[in-house]
């Protein structure tokens, strides 16, 4: 009984400082514990990585000619083939998502990580190699099964060695990391692109050997979860490992004391710790929100990033203006990641999520507006048009929906079931990439449907509809505590309650 009350008098201790620390303090007390969610999120880059350089080497001359068809005097890739390749990483996605749980919960996360990392390093192989469509579609299945597992590894990591006033920051940084894969991606495949021999499309897909090697390099060194070592009874090790992710000399043992109280909680609530327990009443509104703002990102049109290379082709553009704008596309969206930690520090979650939808819902509708002015194909200022509007929409994506989507998907879930949680939220988003990748090729090509920038009434419409959800649904979670939320959930408070929800 005495232990407990000491447990319990360092859990409040260690609240009340969590809510007093402000951003650069948390900086100065944990700077590894920033180093080491940053390194794994590594892991991240790979999948963004993967599809963006599929969809870049689309557009690719050589890629087009060994593997493609002639049409109306031009090499392409046909819309089935573009669909089964663009398949490969979302399919992946949800197997592994799911397996990956598993891992999480029975290994940890530093394990499992190096595995996937191992797995990944193999199955390039594959791709290196392919010389054909129908291996190269193996290559794609068999990595994206685990590439499915690092955006789950990255934001159940990150949400598990910072402090709440870090949390946001470190949480949002995974959608930094897809904006770098992607970024990376879209700078190789342009430098490859010129070259007019197998090297154009071998030479990007060795590039992904240099993160594997740099992660297995420096793993070894990472310190594992407090939160899932707690779990496992190993107090001593989370202790350890709290040490590790603090700066020398931090008194830890209010920060164990309170993830101790915060897993005896949820315990309490019966939060449970398998793939049912998502889906039963004191979880199941948490897991529609993790779904619902994971699966936005994929209904509002992100998926067309893979496709930005040819969509500026066929909208008008040269394929080397081509390939600038892609770069410099995401190039916009690493910037706007930047800004979302601004916005997330000064202005929390709910506000930035839904201002940002709504302009991009806007956008995207005037990129279909555009599309059906007169003698469209002969005005070329439109279609500059366009891929100006698409590179507004996806700035307002990345300082909005992209990186609050990782920050709500760790901060909604309970603890005992996170990785679960964040898998299952993964898994769902994966299967709705997967009807857009089958629809994106068959929408936008020239020998199919050739929508051209008319998607933007299909992808603006959906992001209509999931502004009424998301503005009804998502809550505040700005600034609480992990035993907060639980409480706060508990009590099946209001969306619109939980930001100046005071608990005593």
């Not at 700078?187 to 154009?200: E, F, I, M, P, Y």
């Not at 994971?294 to 394929?319: A, C, D, H, P, R």
Request: charged share 15%.
């Amino acid at each position: 009984m005495m232990l407990s009350n000491i447990v319990d008098d360092d859990a409040r201790l260690a609240t009340e400082a969590e809510h007093q620390e402000t951003l650069w303090e948390s900086i100065r007390k944990h700077p590894t514990a920033v180093g080491w969610s940053m390194f794994f999120s590594l892991g991240t880059i790979m999948t963004a990585f993967d599809p963006q350089l599929l969809g870049n080497l689309y557009a690719t001359p050589a890629f087009q000619r060994d593997f493609g068809y002639m049409y109306e005097g031009n090499w392409i890739i046909s819309a089935p083939w573009q669909t089964g390749l663009g398949m490969g990483n979302p399919v992946g996605q949800v197997v592994g998502a799911f397996f990956s749980a598993y891992m999480l919960d029975w290994y940890g996360r530093k394990r499992t990580f190096a595995g996937c990392v191992a797995l990944t390093g193999a199955f390039i192989f594959i791709q290196f190699f392919a010389r054909s469509l129908s291996t190269l579609l193996a290559g794609e299945l068999l990595g994206g099964l685990v590439l499915g597992a690092f955006p789950v590894i990255a934001p159940a990591y990150a949400s598990e060695v910072c402090p709440v006033a870090l949390r946001g920051v470190l949480t949002s940084y995974v959608n930094l990391s897809f904006v770098t894969g992607q970024l990376i991606a879209n700078g190789v495949s342009a430098g490859a692109s010129k070259l007019d021999t197998h090297w154009a499309y071998s030479a990007p897909f060795a590039a992904q050997w240099v993160w594997v090697l740099v992660i297995l390099i420096g793993l070894p060194f990472a310190p594992e979860s407090p939160w899932w070592l707690v779990r496992k009874g190993r107090f001593d090790e989370a202790e350890r490992s709290l040490e590790s992710l603090a700066a020398p000399g931090t008194d830890v043992k209010p920060t164990l004391a309170m993830i101790i109280e915060t897993d005896r909680f949820e315990h309490e609530l019966e939060s449970g710790s398998t793939y049912w327990d998502c889906f039963r009443k004191v979880n199941i509104r948490r897991t529609e929100i993790a779904v619902g703002v994971y699966t936005i990102q994929n209904l509002s049109g992100i998926y067309m990033l893979g496709y930005t290379t040819l969509f500026y082709e066929i909208v008008g553009l040269s394929t080397e203006k081509a390939f600038d704008m892609s770069v410099a596309f995401l190039a916009v969206g690493f910037i706007g990641t930047c800004f979302s930690w601004v916005l997330l520090n000064n202005f929390g979650r709910r506000r930035i999520y839904n201002i940002g939808l709504a302009m991009m819902a806007v956008i995207m509708i005037l990129v279909g507006i555009i599309d059906c002015l007169p003698n469209y194909v002969n005005r070329p200022s439109l279609a500059w048009s366009q891929a100006g509007l698409l590179m507004a929409w996806n700035f307002c994506f990345d300082f909005s929906i992209g990186p609050v989507c990782y920050v709500y998907i760790s901060e909604i879930s309970a603890t005992t079931v996170r990785a679960k949680t964040i898998a299952v939220a993964t898994a769902i988003q994966a299967l709705a990439a997967i009807a857009t990748s089958v629809a994106i090729p068959y929408m936008i090509n020239p020998d199919e449907a050739n929508m051209r920038g008319k998607i933007g009434f299909f992808f603006g419409g959906l992001s209509a509809l999931s502004l009424i959800w998301s503005f009804l649904r998502v809550p505040e979670t700005k600034g609480r505590t992990y035993e907060e939320l639980d409480l706060m959930f508990s009590r099946n408070l209001k969306t619109r309650e939980f930001k100046n929800y005071k608990i005593e």
